[in-house]
């Protein structure tokens, strides 16, 4: 996976599922796209105000899993702690070119930036030794 996220993110194809908890400790599992890692090494992912993000205001910790594209099992696990999120639209819109969708919210009204410090980064598969 080499030390650069950012790079490893832009170049790597393959499926992302966020696994966030809220305080009432039940968990809950989403598909979601590649993180983006901005300049300061911290993540962020575009998501809608539903359940991953409703958790994330009860408890700010989640782990997010990335199998890569082909056969294997190959890919990483991080360990991350919200640190904050954004509603800036043009933004938002901006990051979510990488990754076109069909849309039901043409002016995005109801999507957050949601940032994360990474605490950890793990190989899929072993314990690794990758700590942030």
Do not use: W
């Amino acid at each position: 996976m080499g030390e650069n996220l950012e790079e490893y993110f832009e170049q790597t194809e393959g499926t992302g599922v966020l696994a966030t908890s809220g305080a009432d400790g039940r968990v809950n599992a989403a598909v979601y796209a590649r993180p983006h890692i901005l300049d300061d090494g911290s993540a962020a992912m575009v998501m809608r105000n539903r359940l991953t993000r409703k958790n994330l205001l009860e408890n700010p910790c989640a782990t997010y899993l990335f199998v890569e594209q082909g056969p294997g099992y190959k890919g990483c696990r991080l360990y991350l702690t919200k640190t904050g999120e954004d509603t800036d639209s043009d933004r938002i819109r901006g990051l979510r070119r990488r990754c076109p969708t069909t849309d039901t919210d043409p002016d995005n009204t109801d999507l957050y930036l949601v940032m994360f410090r990474i605490d950890k980064v793990l190989p899929l598969v072993g314990p690794g030794k990758q700590e942030r």
